[in-house]
């Protein structure tokens, strides 16, 4: 499975009752993917792990979603929300996310996540939302233009 921008627009639906797992470091860095993780991501499960979880980033995801994540995390809280994350092959799959702090004898050692499906409905309105909110931050904007062939040519 390799990148393509023709993906772009390509959405892949994470399975009712499936959920992915992972678990990273304190600095972000995946130690544990499970096998939903890997199908759904179109990773292998050795290729996430070692690999920083911003490797999903999508570009469509606003700056302030994981300040906010890191900023409840550090502060001893469980997060909590929407994510759309970006595919080995450049497509996208959406999840609700609850991220929180694994602690042994008192310490923070590692941070969990599990990732459940998000209903359509839901997800036109979050993609409604963050688009908002990265205008309103002067966050990257996605543009979408259509140019005449020969000029396409010309790109390549
Ligand atoms: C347990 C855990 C799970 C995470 N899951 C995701 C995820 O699914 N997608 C994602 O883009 N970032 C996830 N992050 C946040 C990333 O570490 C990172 O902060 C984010 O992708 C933004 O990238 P940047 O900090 O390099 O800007 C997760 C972080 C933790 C601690």
Redesign the pocket.
């Known amino acids: 499975m390799t990148y393509n921008d023709s993906n772009f627009l390509i959405e892949t639906i994470v399975p009712e009752g499936e959920v992915i797992i ?3 470091d304190l600095k ?1 860095v995946i130690t544990y993917a499970n096998e939903t993780f890997a199908d759904i991501s179109g990773y292998s499960v050795d290729e996430l792990i070692g690999k ?3 490797i ?3 570009p469509d ?1 606003p ?1 302030a979603a ?1 300040e906010h ?2 900023q409840t ?1 550090k502060s001893g809280k469980m997060w909590q929300g929407y ?1 759309k ?1 970006m595919r080995k092959d450049g497509g996208y799959y959406w ?1 609700f ?1 609850e ?1 929180s702090g694994v602690y042994k004898d008192d310490e923070l050692v590692e ?3 599990m ?1 459940t499906p998000v209903p359509k409905e839901t997800v036109t309105k979050m993609q409604r939302k963050y688009d908002e909110m990265k205008l309103k931050n002067k966050d990257m904007i996605r543009v979408v233009k259509y140019i005449p062939f020969e000029e396409y040519v010309e790109l390549q």
């Open positions: 992972s678990r990273t972000g920083s979880h911003n999903l980033r999508h995801m700056r994981f994540m890191w995390l994510v994350n999840v996310a991220v941070y969990k996540s990732r």
